[in-house]
């Protein structure tokens, strides 16, 4: 399989994955923060509860049975969607690990790369980082495992130096399914 | 039950191969001399867990740390092996060992050279510490000493306001050099920083530790004096005399500590005030560190366009200076001759370029 269609094959895995994590944003927007698999087991349940109420509002006869049957159909499809998310997640799931290197993009003291951290951020900002962190002074290599906490996933990574501010780059699910090493270009800029 | 027995033994082999405490070994050494370093801290984190004083190297620089023993029962998700390596007078080292998930294969022992740190033997760790806080990661910053400024005998100058006066002096005469009109392009160098050492404790008239102090920053230039209010003819006025330290030098050309003299007059009442009357010498030496160090960067990269700005550079200073400076004029010259050369060597004129 070429790099494309590989590319292709994992936008597609990732596909249910990209739409939560749409739902999640919304929601934030509206001021409720819920993980992966919350926003995932509301939708079930929501469309479970409208199923639910769709069947009996038919049998009661309250609604035609045709448009009630087309609207089932489609609860039918997102109950669906929600669960060949999880088989799809089960199936390919994330690398718990994220590895990589900081590039100093200029002169720095030498004790720099020996005291700097790099941490996995959530989508809130929130450090999921369990283990690793620490940079290799010699070559600026890191590794980095993270708790995958509900269906989450790193968003972001913050390179952590003494005295310099907080570099944080984002870190979309692209790259994190692509493997391979990330690299961190870092400027120290000093704090006042 | 004949087999039983071989059996149990095959199945036990691996449990027992596993059970054997894993342990990472290694030296540690001058990274210059080659030789051991003794009682070297190495901290280990592995797991998510720390530890960190696991051990310290002997006398012939050797340590030895037992994964399982200083963490028992860890599974490590990335497998990966931190030692932090930390000796007086040396550079902090952080090792990342890959070593199996189980820490079961971090491999053969681990040689680690450690580098000393410029004029570490002169600092203890606390001043280390402010040093790398302080340095200059673009190597331009002038880093002034506070000056012994009596506020009783004269005019009220403190360090403050005098530092102002310097970064308003120095930066408005390089921002308006006026550069030769054949070098299209070049704009007069950037401004630069100036901060204040403090913290840390110097003899201004140390050249030696001052050095190490400026090389420890990768500062243009450590700056420190003093001054002394007096009176000429019912006027107050006040005398500063300033060290002036240049840190880079270069094979050639080397500047070292010189002095400026600077005379304020009446009682300025703004750094502008104090910044107007400082001495020309502030930004000619501030513009002969910044050229040294660019000079050893564009000769060491083969960087042309590099060596012309400095050549540019000298030249806008140099005609700023009258012909009665004759050391000032001189020490330039031999500046732009080594600059020069240095470009004619990096790009020659055209084979047969000349027209015939």
Redesign the interface.
């Known amino acids: 399989m070429g790099t494309e269609e590989r590319e292709q094959a994992l936008a597609l895995i990732d596909y249910p994955r990209v739409v939560v994590e749409h739902l999640q944003a919304l929601l934030a927007s509206a001021g409720l923060q819920l993980p992966a698999l919350g926003v995932q087991v509301a939708l079930l349940v929501i469309v479970l509860a409208l199923g639910g109420a769709l069947v009996y509002a038919a049998r009661t006869g309250k609604v035609a049975v045709l448009p009630a049957s087309v609207a089932l159909a489609a609860l039918g499809c997102a109950a669906l969607a929600v669960v060949a998310a999880w088989g799809l997640e089960a199936a390919f799931p994330l690398s718990?690990?994220v590895?990589g290197r900081v590039v100093l993009t200029?002169?720095?003291?030498?004790?720099?790369?020996?005291?700097m951290r790099v941490r996995l951020l959530d989508r809130w900002g929130r450090d999921i980082t369990?283990?690793?962190g620490?940079?290799?002074?010699?070559n600026g290599?890191?590794?980095?495992?993270y708790a995958k906490g509900l269906g989450d996933r790193p968003h972001s990574l913050r390179v952590e130096a003494?005295?310099c501010r907080l570099v944080t780059e984002p870190l979309p699910l692209a790259r994190l399914r692509a493997g391979g090493e990330v690299e961190l270009r870092f400027?120290?800029e000093?704090l006042p | 039950m004949r087999f039983a027995r071989p059996a149990l033994v095959l199945l036990l082999l691996p449990v027992a191969a596993r059970a054997a405490p894993p342990t990472i070994t290694g030296t540690t050494v001058d990274a210059t001399t080659g030789q051991a370093i003794a009682g070297v801290e190495i901290g280990v984190?592995y797991?998510?867990r720390s530890a960190p004083q696991a051990a310290r190297t002997d006398a012939t620089g050797g340590f030895s740390v037992a994964l399982v023993t200083l963490f028992p029962g860890a599974v490590?998700?990335?497998g990966?092996v931190?030692l932090?390596i930390t000796a007086p007078g040396y550079?902090?080292?952080?090792?990342?060992l890959s070593c199996g998930h189980d820490g079961q294969a971090c491999g053969d022992p681990v040689r680690v050279p450690l580098?000393r740190?410029a004029g570490a033997a002169t600092f203890n760790d606390d001043e280390a510490r402010v040093?790398?806080?302080l340095?200059s990661?673009?190597?331009r910053t002038l880093y002034l000493l506070p000056y012994d400024l009596p506020v009783s005998a004269g005019p009220a100058i403190d360090n403050t306001a005098f530092q102002d006066a310097l970064a308003i002096g120095i930066n408005t005469v390089l921002a308006d050099l006026q550069l030769p009109p054949d070098t299209p392009g070049i704009e007069p160098p950037p401004p630069v920083g100036l901060k204040t050492l403090a913290t840390i404790h110097v003899e201004r008239t140390d050249a030696e530790r001052v050095q190490a102090i400026g090389k420890r920053l990768?500062a243009l230039a450590v700056v420190g004096g003093s001054g002394a209010g007096t009176s000429s003819g019912g006027a107050p006025e006040t005398r500063i005399v300033s060290q002036y330290h240049v840190i880079p030098s270069t094979e050639g050309f080397s500047v070292g500590t010189v002095y400026v003299r600077d005379v304020v007059l009446g009682t300025p009442e703004s750094a502008y005030e104090i910044a107007e009357g400082l001495s020309d010498r502030w930004a000619l030496y501030t513009l002969l560190a910044l050229s040294i160090r660019q000079f050893n960067r564009a000769r060491d990269e083969g960087d042309v366009r590099g060596l012309a700005e400095v050549s540019a550079y000298l030249r806008a200073e140099k005609a700023r200076w009258g012909v009665q400076d004759t050391a000032t004029i001189r020490r330039l010259d031999r500046f732009i001759d080594l600059v020069e050369g240095e470009l004619r060597r990096l790009s020659p004129p055209l084979a047969g370029g000349g027209p015939e």
């Open positions: 718990p690990a590895s200029a002169p720095a003291a030498p004790a720099l790369l020996a005291e369990v283990e690793g620490r940079v290799d002074s010699r290599h890191f590794g980095l495992a003494p005295d400027t120290c000093a | 984190e797991a998510g490590s998700l990335l990966e931190t932090e550079g902090k080292v952080t090792e990342i580098s740190v040093l790398d806080r340095y990661s673009e190597g990768n």
